[in-house]
T-cell receptor, first 110, second 115 residues
Framework: GDSVTQMEGPVTLSEEAFLTINCTYT??????LFWYVQYPGEGLQLLLK?????DKGSNKGFEATYRKETTSFHLEKGSVQVSDSAVYFC?????????FGSGTRLLVRP | GAGVSQSPSNKVTEKGKDVELRCDPI?????LYWYRQSLGQGLEFLIY????????KSGLPSDRFSAERTGGSVSTLTIQRTQQEDSAVYLC?????????????FGPGTRLTVL
């Protein structure tokens, strides 16, 4: 069945460091891909999405490119801030439901 | 506008008791989903409603779990004879339509603790 694998956390970075969180998927067909973020004490929010191969989703300085050849959707940000500390979930749209990765906790230190 | 709301925010219950969790989706959203977030299992799909169609219950972990959606809006997830392994955060989401392209908007969740 469809599945998502993302890198284990926690990831600890200093402010202004470069961030990469790896995400790979297994799916039949061409699913939509998403990154959701969960800030401390808050609900899940959509961060960005891509609906077809080579699409780049971007939001709040974060980017991810849908790579069909490597079945990947890695999340990147050039310069992280303390306020980016959160848990990040990669997900794919499998028909109508979302299949999530296990989540990666990011901690950004001042 | 108002987002997805869920109640209660926290629920502590004793093993063997029944619990009901409520979800109010965003007005106009025809699709409604329940997910469960637990330490051991991550985020997993439970059940999906779309309009008047029969719900997809394929993610429900046992027959102790059931859900209904009245009038195409509010949904209730019921867990009968709760067990300790049911302890988790139960998340509700809604979207404009059933499509893998459509963003699902999540509620804040109900944290269930079974003692």
């Amino acid at each position: 069945g469809d599945s998502v694998t993302q890198m284990e956390g926690p990831v600890t970075l200093s402010e202004e460091a470069f961030l990469t969180i790896n995400c790979t998927y297994t799916a039949t067909g061409y699913p939509s891909l998403f990154w959701y973020v969960q800030y401390p004490g808050e609900g899940l929010q959509l961060l960005l999405k891509a609906t077809k191969a080579d699409d780049k989703g971007s939001n709040k300085g974060f980017e991810a490119t849908y790579r069909k050849e490597t079945t990947s959707f890695h999340l990147e940000k050039g310069s992280v801030q303390v306020s980016d500390s959160a848990v990040y979930f990669c997900a794919l749209g499998s028909s109508y439901k979302l299949i999530f990765g296990s989540g990666t906790r990011l901690l950004v230190r001042p | 506008g108002a987002g997805v709301s869920q109640s209660p925010s926290n629920k502590v219950t004793e093993k063997g008791k029944d619990v009901e969790l409520r979800c109010d989706p965003i007005s106009g959203h025809t699709a409604l989903y329940w997910y469960r977030q637990s330490l051991g299992q991550g985020l997993e799909f439970l059940i999906y409603f779309q309009g008047n169609s029969a719900p997809d219950k394929s993610g429900l972990p046992s027959d102790r779990f059931s859900a209904e959606r009245t009038g195409g809006s509010v949904s209730t997830l019921t867990i009968q004879r709760t067990q300790q392994e049911d302890s988790a955060v139960y998340l509700c989401a809604s979207s404009l339509a059933e499509s893998s392209y459509n963003e699902q908007f999540f509620g804040p969740g109900t944290r269930l603790t079974v003692l």
